[in-house]
């Protein structure tokens, strides 16, 4: 891609990076490219055809994306499962072992129970949240760690740079799920990690009307990637790729506001007498507190809480809300509530997820861009459910 958005800012980057031009109009936007059948041979000397994800709208939002993760190369795919299970089936194979931190997103976790050892690919759980935790997992055969920072839904962080540099040392592969700290507050290559998937559904969106996902890296290692999808066929629709490219123009915008009210919602919980615990990385009293400042510039709009009392409490509590809506999903405009263990981890083993920490009274926010006031009373008011 371009290197002219080196020296762009991030929002300069949410606007302008990518952008296509419209030699037809002149409008300012990247014009939707709607057809499935395009001339041989084409504009640059290759066959174009959405499955290639090589459409102009795809290559557009994509090196948005990459550009904000100051990637060489980015692909966008249907959904943030899809960039996953890509980059396992891209990089790993029979008899090779990776490295999985149980503290993951629902849907990965069923993936890697399910998909990997059908695959015969071996897997060590690291559950401890020290970088040197992962020491004692690598073998010979270690291809790949997969880790998200900050985690789904107990907002546990990992020291990246520490966790790359000695993943490198022994050849392995790293790759993080960004998709709570979004590239406005987080940037793992940049930690020296090798490869970054994203849900574009939640954050990079932003509007809780699209599902799509991203894969960003070196443009060597996105060469091993997308062949894969081009034969599992993972395609983002054009007009999918115009509402992600319109979605992101506001990305660090919105970010700045879930940041700002996510942080005000966790403290004013964190000091609230009918709250038993609260996960938010931007609390001093995380205790991954001190990584995430140093490798985040931001703490993100998601955190998670339990009231005092039992699970009929919490679902009073739920039934409470206003403004968090009881939804699935997170990172839109609109501000969300959802118990994990009905939703994101409700395919994880209720055993599994005790040992997880996620427990039948955990409920986690997707705090929104709303008034930080009336998101505050929303909370106040529904937390009078805890007798």
Avoid at 301 to 322: C, D, I
Avoid at 324 to 353: I, K, N
């Amino acid at each position: 891609m371009a290197e002219g958005w080196l020296n762009w800012g991030l929002s300069t980057r949410c606007v302008h990076a990518g952008t296509v031009e419209d030699t037809v109009a002149g409008g300012v936007n990247t014009p939707i490219f709607a057809s499935s059948a395009f001339r041989v041979p084409g504009p640059t000397g290759r066959v174009v055809y959405p499955r290639y994800q090589n459409i102009p709208g795809q290559v557009a939002v994509a090196q948005k994306i990459a550009a904000l993760e100051n990637a060489q190369a980015g692909i966008v795919v249907a959904s943030g499962m899809a960039a996953i299970s890509s980059v396992f089936l891209a990089f790993c194979q029979t008899g090779d072992h990776v490295i999985l931190h149980r503290d993951l997103y629902g849907g990965t976790l069923g993936l890697a129970r399910k998909e990997l050892p059908r695959r015969g690919i071996d897997i060590t759980w690291v559950d401890a949240f020290h970088v040197e935790d992962f020491e004692a997992a690598f073998r010979p055969q270690t291809r790949l760690i997969y880790v998200e920072t900050p985690s789904n839904p107990l907002m546990n962080i990992l020291d990246l740079e520490t966790l790359a540099q000695m993943a490198r040392s022994r050849g392995v592969l790293t790759v993080v799920d960004n998709t709570f700290a979004t590239p406005i507050n987080q940037n793992p290559l940049d930690l020296g990690i090798d490869i970054v998937v994203h849900s574009g559904t939640k954050y990079l969106n932003g509007h809780s009307d699209l599902c799509c996902g991203a894969v960003v890296g070196a443009a060597s290692l996105l060469e091993a990637v997308t062949p894969v999808i081009s034969l599992y066929g993972p395609s983002l629709s054009p007009y999918d790729c115009f509402l992600l490219e319109r979605g992101l123009k506001t990305l660090a915008l919105r970010m700045a506001r879930h940041n700002h009210n996510a942080m005000a919602v966790a403290a004013y919980l964190a000091q609230d007498p009918r709250v038993a615990r609260v996960y938010y990385p931007g609390l001093s009293e995380h205790p991954h507190h001190h990584i995430a400042a140093r490798q985040m510039r931001g703490f993100g709009g998601m955190l998670s809480f339990e009231p005092k009392g039992n699970t009929k409490t919490a679902h009073r509590v739920m039934e409470r809300f206003h403004f968090f809506q009881p939804a699935v999903s997170l990172g839109g405009v609109e501000s969300l509530a959802c118990f994990p263990v009905e939703t994101s981890h409700a395919s994880v083993p209720p055993l599994q997820r005790e040992q997880m920490g996620i427990r039948d009274t955990l409920i986690r926010l997707s705090v929104g861009i709303e008034d930080t006031e009336d998101l505050l009373k929303d909370v106040d008011q529904a937390l009078e459910a805890v007798l």
